[in-house]
């Protein structure tokens, strides 16, 4: 039987828990000979084109030339052969260009971009780096008292050396939804791609205290005025801009008329499967609906295709 698995998902590493709480050995092993490290720059990741695009890991002896105030390596993980795997933030350096330069044919490009070319698995590794370094960017200070935390387990905490309160990395759930009835679905477009053709399954936080199933309910409730019963659960993917976890599902309408949230929404339309299929292969007339990239694009796909017996 095979499972679904989204761009940014499908990490191979082991990220080495045991490892992790020694904070003598995380020194010795990013500066292992064959310690592999990964810089990105402004959140950017260092990618390699040739001819195929892949991650572009380095060896540690650039950290020599970097300025002090650069960001420490944060532990990955390990690979299949027990090679430890670091990121990097390396945005205190004005011109990466000299770090770019030590793999021919590499540049730092948009993680988002870059994530559709390299192979499916380092996807993955990239949306663990980006959203792990993005975290500790913006989440410097103790959230307690105000001190300046510390990084600690190879990034997987920061601590305060002040009151002592342990910090994990956050990541957000947004539950996203195909919502059916029959042979009709709904989709939406928010207020931000109001003047575009760009549709796509209704989403949202999920509220403190919530089910899944709750938060899809009060989401397409609360969107487009639609009350839903069953819900399904299809897949998830996470999605590090900046760090959040698409819970996907399917979910039954038992009421049809629509009300839109004209403060989130600037229109929520009901589509039927021909017009779904149609709009798959980019022939729906004044609709786009997501790339494959988006675990949207399947839910749509999977319901789709499902409705259809294809």
Same mark, same amino acid.
């Given at each position: ?5 989204? %761009?940014?998902?499908? /990490?191979?590493? &082991?990220? +080495? ?23 990105? !720059? ?9 001819? !195929?695009?892949?991650?572009?890991? @380095? ?25 430890? !795997? ?15 330069? @030590?793999?021919?044919?590499? #540049? ?7 994530? *559709? ?6 996807? +993955? ?28 387990? +190879? ?6 050396? /002040? ?7 956050? *990541? &957000? ?21 109001? *003047? ?15 089910? %899944? ?30 760090? #959040?976890?698409? %819970? ?5 309408? @038992? #009421? ?15 589509? #039927? ?8 292969? &980019? ?5 786009? %609906?997501? +790339? ?5 694009? !399947?839910? @749509? ?10």
């Amino acid at each position: 039987m095979s499972y679904p698995t989204h %761009i940014f998902a499908g /990490n191979p590493f &082991d990220r +080495g828990d045991q490892e992790r709480r020694d904070e003598e050995l995380l020194k010795k092993m990013v500066r292992l000979h064959n310690a592999r490290i990964l810089p990105f !720059h402004r959140l950017m990741p260092l990618v390699k084109r040739n001819p !195929h695009a892949e991650l572009a890991w @380095i060896s540690h002896e650039f950290f020599d030339d970097l300025p002090e105030e650069a960001g420490e390596p944060k532990f990955l993980g390990f690979n299949e052969e027990r090679v430890p !795997h670091f990121a990097v933030d390396i945005t205190k350096v004005d011109d990466p260009s000299g770090i770019a330069a @030590i793999v021919s044919g590499a #540049s730092f490009e948009d993680g988002r971009s870059a994530a *559709t070319d390299v192979p499916a698995e380092q996807s +993955g590794i990239l949306a663990q780096a980006r959203s792990n370094l993005n975290w500790h960017a913006t989440h410097r200070f103790c959230s307690v008292c105000g001190t300046e935390s510390r990084s600690q387990r +190879g990034g997987l905490m920061r601590a305060c050396p /002040n009151c002592k309160t342990q910090h994990f990395p956050r *990541t &957000d759930p947004v539950a996203i939804m195909m919502v059916y009835q029959g042979d009709q679905c709904v989709m939406g477009q928010t207020r931000a791609r109001s *003047t575009t053709t760009f549709y796509s399954c209704l989403a949202g936080f999920m509220d403190q205290g919530e089910s %899944i199933e709750e938060g899809v309910r009060r989401e397409v409730r609360e969107e487009a005025g639609i009350e839903v019963g069953k819900v399904t659960y299809h897949s998830s993917q996470p999605w590090p801009f900046p760090n #959040s976890l698409m %819970i996907g599902c399917h979910a039954e309408a @038992i #009421s049809g008329e629509i009300v839109v949230d004209e403060g989130e929404m600037s229109d929520v339309r009901w589509f #039927s499967r021909d017009e779904v299929l149609l709009a798959l292969e &980019d022939k729906l007339p004044g609709v786009n %609906i997501p +790339g494959p990239i988006a675990i949207a694009h !399947h839910l @749509i796909k999977s319901w789709a295709m499902k409705t259809a017996n294809v």
